[in-house]
């Protein structure tokens, strides 16, 4: 079962890697049984600090992983260690790396989501499920 965020922005949190409060990350606290964000431009420095810190935390990571999306709808541990060793000459050890990579990831979409929103709007309103 996947849960949701809609508003201003929409998308799904990634199942087993991404939690419903990760929109905490860039500055502003949800709550209630919906966690509501609300962002304006007050907000943009925050939210350009967690962008560039979940950019700066992944590192090289962020073109391998869009190049991997790019070419896959869906993902599992084996998909993307054999994607790193075949195309990268790298190793990807273990769950915790790939689930720490897939969170910095995953979170750096939702952070580009809700700058771009407020950038183009002025501000950025959304309910994510728990």
Not at 77 to 102: C, F, P, Q, R, S
């Amino acid at each position: 079962m996947g849960r949701y965020y809609s508003g201003d922005i929409e998308g799904k949190f990634w199942v087993a890697v991404q939690s419903s409060a990760d929109a905490d990350f860039f500055g502003v606290e949800g709550h209630s049984n919906y966690l509501s964000y609300y962002f304006d431009k007050d907000n943009l420095e925050d939210i350009k600090k967690g962008v560039a810190k979940c950019k700066k935390s992944l590192g090289k990571h962020k073109k391998i992983l869009d190049d991997f999306f790019a070419k896959n709808d869906g993902w599992n541990d084996d998909m993307i260690t054999t994607y790193y060793k075949d195309n990268h000459n790298m190793v990807v050890k273990g769950y915790t790396k790939i689930k720490t990579l897939l969170e910095w990831y995953a979170r750096l979409h939702l952070g580009e989501q809700i700058q771009k929103c407020v950038e183009d709007t002025g501000e950025c309103a959304f309910e994510a499920e728990l």
